[in-house]
């Protein structure tokens, strides 16, 4: 099923690309994003968090519908083909690219972007924080838009 920004309309959109074998920055971004949506508390109803692989070789469906739970925070993971991918990640500010790596599970890793993007309801570009920004900065600064 193919997954639009018309899929998400009147809610906040907050969007990281990612990959699941990802050892740091990823499982680091989407817990930070779980922290955000417990926070917000009844207007996490407003708010969707999706996950958007940059990896869709190793992250199939199946593989997302495994990972993403494990953050616990209504996170929709994403894929498609490694066309479609491409194809959604040149409308977002992001850079991602194999890294060949032997020392790694499948030999490879993938460099890539650790912004987490945000939103509005309309699906314009709101905001984007680095990684590393706390959940707590984020929160405060989504309490006052919602």
């Known amino acids: 099923m193919v997954r639009t920004e018309e899929d998400f309309a009147g809610r906040w959109m907050l969007v990281f690309f990612g990959f ?4 740091d920055v990823c499982p680091t971004t989407l817990s930070e994003v779980a922290a955000v949506m417990d926070g917000l508390g009844d207007d996490a109803a407003k708010v969707q968090p999706i996950f958007i692989t940059i990896d ?7 593989a997302l519908a495994e990972y993403v739970p494990l953050f616990d925070a209504g996170i929709i993971g994403l ?9 959604t990640s040149e409308t977002f500010p ?9 020392a790694v599970p499948d030999g490879y890793t993938m460099g890539h972007t650790s912004h987490l993007f945000l939103f509005d309801p309309d699906a314009g570009f709101a905001d984007s ?6 959940a707590e900065e984020i929160l ?3 309490e006052e838009r919602i």
């Open 56 to 62: 869709p070789e190793r992250d199939t469906p199946a």
């Open 94 to 102: 992001i850079f991602f690219e194999r890294v060949e790596e032997a």
């Open 20 to 23: 699941t074998n990802c050892p």
């Open 79 to 87: 894929t498609g083909t490694p066309e479609q991918i491409a194809a």
């Open 129 to 134: 924080w680095p990684y590393g920004t706390p």
């Open 140 to 142: 405060a600064d989504l």
